[in-house]
């Protein structure tokens, strides 16, 4: 699969692989723990993260993850798509490159436990 920018034109030094991280981050409700994982996200070379048992607990946890990033002036810049567990369990986000559309992804299936 080749990562594309808007258009369907090939994104600026993308290769023909598309670079994925899947990890249980076992929560991430620690800023410290967060912080440190969106920064080796921002600096690493991952098209897609993955990330299982987050413990986000719903819409407006996520939304400040996402905004707080690696910390200050560090927000996530690509997409990022949540189903929440609770605060203590479940929870997966999907955070995507800026190259990659978020236009591309759906939801195919949902569980109501997370």
Known sequence: MQATAA????????DSALR???VNVNGLSEDAKR???FASLLDGPYDVAVLAETHCAGPDVAA????VGAGPGRAWPGAARWAHGSGAARGVGILLGTHLRP???ATDYSDACG
């Open 35 to 37: 912080q440190r994982l």
């Open 20 to 22: 994925a991280l899947f």
């Open 7 to 14: 258009g369907g034109a090939a994104a600026p030094g993308a």
């Open 103 to 105: 236009a591309d992804l």
């Open 64 to 67: 400040a993850w996402t905004r």
